[in-house]
């Protein structure tokens, strides 16, 4: 079991900074210098999604071919179609998936009876092969009696709030991981502030450094993390590094994984992406987490790239937030990655090596309730979003929230615009410039329906915003990975931090309100302009949000 805390004022320290900040104009001059090999690579990494992407096509194509090629030799082929096809929809309409979701595809099938019954048993749903999910579940079902709840922290948070305590206890049974006390947090409101910590803590790590993204991408960012890594790994730091093979598809070159090892840097990538069509297409790696000889931990919406410090802006300003944890909480990133690192490698190895040591944590101070959490798509629970539920619903004054996307089931926006019809003070901040059209386009089409209920939204003008918070009566709030979109929701991995009563909330709901100095509120009046077949185009795309 895990005991308290350690002093950090050392390891808050700012005199470096001068020093980081030269390096990283000096790393900023040689990223220019190189822009035009960048540029070569990136048409490079194009052509490779460009042909993945037709691939896949052809097999869509070959698949709908073949079936309505079938279906039209004899009456009794047309007729075993169509028998699939039901029995199709009667599994779909019996499993615990979202109704939006059975829905989109129940009408899909009906539609196409040839063709959408055999599509939706290649592609369809957040299911997976057998033997993918019973590995995984292995992997994370090995680590759970590593992950006690104490019972005085638990005791604690139930006399201080019963409507807390609730939500910690779903987040215990079903992230499933426990509540800490002992662990101080640092909140980042930009990556550009979340850099020089990652990478002075990176510095400092003794024994070994665990980093798992969905992105990472050659260039000022990356480039700073991965020459301390080769010096860490050097000294004999045990150096990890896991990446979602789609989500770096076009941000690194093909063989990166045996660069890296050839570096004294241990790397693996989760799920490869092979044009062929398949379930585990559908599962991504989307967490971002480090963990450093752990005692120190970091996760939130920044990944390895340069556009999340802002030294390029494809999107304008982008606009991401981060946290630091020091203390306990930090063991259970700690076995997040390691389940990861177990699947992908094909090994069980003993966890407890990993856990920080006394000495490391014995002056920390406590500071409200803190826990992580993550989401798994090979279960029924869908806990990121569960998480956002709970907290609007509970509610008394305010909820704030920032999210880059906004695809929403029926349960979300029925949870939203109820909390503001009951007088909650419900408020989002939207990207004002989109990094994916066709989304963007569905984003505010549900922002039109939240408005017309009373929740007011904004766009943020400078650019992007690809943070991931919620915050509720400046007492509870999440950071995380967990974006407000099917995908995010319902078929990748995720993670997350929920506080309550920690100081650092204070500055999470602080940080908001100064975001919403920078945004436009968007108004019903805005939506009245738009042509009849906008307001048809956006109605299908809600209908069909659950398949994007």
Request: glycine share 6%.
């Amino acid at each position: 079991m895990l005991k308290s805390g350690f002093n950090t004022h050392n390891l808050f320290e700012m005199n470096s900074n001068k020093t980081e900040l030269s390096m990283h104009r000096t790393e900023d001059q040689k990223y220019q210098t190189n822009k035009y090999q960048k540029q070569h690579k990136d048409r490079l990494f194009l052509s490779k999604i460009i042909v993945v992407g037709v691939l896949l096509v052809l097999q869509i194509c070959v698949i709908a071919y073949a079936t309505w090629r079938m279906g039209t030799l004899t009456p009794y082929l047309q007729l075993t179609y169509s028998i699939v096809s039901v029995i199709v929809m009667i599994y779909i309409v019996n499993r615990k998936d979202n109704p939006a979701y059975q829905l989109a595809w129940s009408v899909l099938i009906l539609l196409f009876p040839l063709f959408g019954g055999i599509f939706y048993l290649v592609i369809a749903g957040n299911r997976s092969t057998s033997h993918f999910v019973r590995k995984m579940q292995k992997s994370i079902q090995n680590s759970y009696q590593l992950l006690p709840q104490e019972a005085d922290v638990k005791h604690a948070l139930a006399m201080q709030s019963v409507t807390a305590a609730m939500q910690s206890g779903y987040i215990e049974k079903y992230g499933p991981y426990p509540v800490y006390r002992h662990t101080e947090v640092k909140y980042y409101p930009l990556g550009d502030d979340h850099l020089e910590p990652l990478l002075r803590s990176l510095k400092g790590a003794k024994r070994f450094i665990f980093m798992e993204y969905f992105i990472i991408r050659e260039g000022v960012f990356w480039n700073s993390v991965l020459s301390i890594l080769e010096e860490k790994a050097a000294e004999g730091v045990d150096v990890r590094v896991l990446i979602d093979d789609f989500g770096c598809v076009a941000t690194i070159p093909p063989g990166y994984e045996k660069r890296l090892k050839e570096k004294g840097i241990q790397c693996y990538s989760f799920n490869r992406f092979i044009p062929i069509l398949t379930l585990r297409l559908n599962n991504r790696d989307h967490r971002k987490i480090t963990v450093i000889d752990g005692h120190t931990g970091f996760t939130g919406g920044v990944n390895l790239s340069d556009e999340y410090i802002n030294v390029t802006h494809p999107y304008g300003h982008w606009k991401d937030v981060g946290v630091m944890l020091r203390g306990e909480a930090v063991w259970s990133l700690t076995v997040m990655f390691l389940q990861m690192w177990d699947y992908v490698a094909g090994i069980t190895e003993d966890y407890a090596q990993y856990a920080p040591r006394t000495d490391e944590i014995a002056a920390i101070q406590d500071d409200g309730f803190i826990q992580p959490y993550s989401d798994s798509p090979l279960d029924d629970e869908v806990v990121g979003e569960n998480i956002y539920l709970n907290m609007i619903g509970h509610a008394r004054k305010s909820v704030y929230i920032i999210t880059p996307y906004l695809i929403l089931d029926h349960e979300m926006i029925t949870a939203l615009s109820l909390a503001a019809k009951n007088g909650v003070d419900v408020r989002m901040i939207l990207p004002g410039i989109p990094d994916k059209k066709l989304t963007y386009t569905l984003t505010k089409a549900n922002a039109e329906v939240l408005i017309e209920e009373g929740v007011r939204i904004y766009l943020y003008t400078p650019g992007f915003t690809h943070a991931k918070i919620m915050v509720a009566d400046d007492k509870i709030a999440t950071v995380g990975t967990v974006n407000m979109d099917f995908r995010s929701l319902y078929l990748h991995f995720e993670c997350g931090v929920w506080m309550y009563d920690n100081s650092v909330i204070r500055e999470i709901s602080g940080d908001f309100k100064e975001t919403l100095r920078k945004c436009r509120e968007l108004s019903v009046d805005e939506y009245k302009s738009l042509y009849w077949y906008q307001r048809i185009w956006r109605a299908l795309l809600r209908f069909l949000s659950p398949l994007l």
